[in-house]
């Protein structure tokens, strides 16, 4: 299976400050990677698809580069509502695999 | 708008098997739309998608769960369900249903649509 590490696993920031969360594939997953916001009580939602695309609705502070292993999603300005915990996923290799998350907290 | 709704026993003994239903509104599971499938998350493994079923019956497990798990789907009642068998205290987790798109040509296995979860707990 392809593993996915995500760093930090907790951030700590505040309103109005970029912040950047990187996710790992153990091999190269090529742009097969997707961004989930998680909020307790909340269903989760997807945010960015094939590393880069985000998806309708979705705000545009919100963005996501990188291909082959290394990737990266940045809020360029964070928002109250953007406190929450965030995965990344494969869909590269079967079977599918997501990073252990990042939790976005209050500074 | 589809939507789904999880629900099932939220404590589950040592050794029994575990069964959920997800509701589908605002869609048919009986289209070739989307694949239905289930997806956990614990303290202990973070989020591992168990399986999937597609509307002809196919169905796409994770096989470090394989042999004791199966998602199976009844369009008359719009629902989609998982059974895992021989659950132990490591089977405890939130279990979410959720959807990827298999409109395009190329599946993209990411999954577009969460239910809001339900937690299991195996315990005596």
């Known amino acids: 299976d392809i593993q996915m590490t995500q760093s930090p696993s907790t951030l700590s920031a505040s309103v109005g400050d970029r912040v950047t969360i990187t996710c790992r594939a153990s091999q190269s997953i090529s742009s097969s990677l997707a961004w989930y916001q998680d909020k307790p009580g909340k269903a989760p939602k997807v945010l960015i698809s094939q590393a880069s695309s985000l998806e309708t609705g979705v705000p545009s502070r919100f963005s996501g580069g990188g291909s082959g292993t290394e990737f990266t999603l940045t809020i360029s300005s964070l928002q109250p509502d953007d406190f929450a915990t965030y995965y990344c996923q494969q869909y590269s290799s079967y079977p599918w695999t997501f990073g252990q998350g990042t939790k976005v907290e209050i500074k | 708008q589809l939507q789904l709704q999880e629900s099932g026993p939220g404590l589950v003994k040592p050794s029994e098997t575990l069964s959920l239903t997800c509701t589908v509104s605002?869609?048919?599971?009986?289209?070739?739309?989307?694949?239905w499938g289930w997806i956990r998350q614990s303290p202990g493994k973070g989020l591992e998608w168990i399986g999937s079923?597609?509307?002809?019956?196919?169905?796409y497990y994770n096989p470090s769960l394989k042999g004791r798990v199966t998602i199976s789907l009844d369009t008359s009642k719009n629902q989609f369900y998982l059974k895992l068998r021989s659950v132990t205290a490591a089977d405890s987790a939130v279990y979410y249903c959720?959807?990827?798109?298999?409109?395009?040509?190329?599946?993209?296995?990411?999954?577009?649509?969460w239910g809001r979860g339900t937690l299991v707990t195996v315990s005596s």
């Open positions: 605002g869609g048919s599971v009986n289209s070739g739309n989307y694949y």
């Open positions: 079923v597609y509307y002809s019956g196919n169905t």
């Open positions: 959720a959807i990827v798109n298999a409109a395009s040509y190329n599946v993209n296995w990411y999954f577009d649509l």
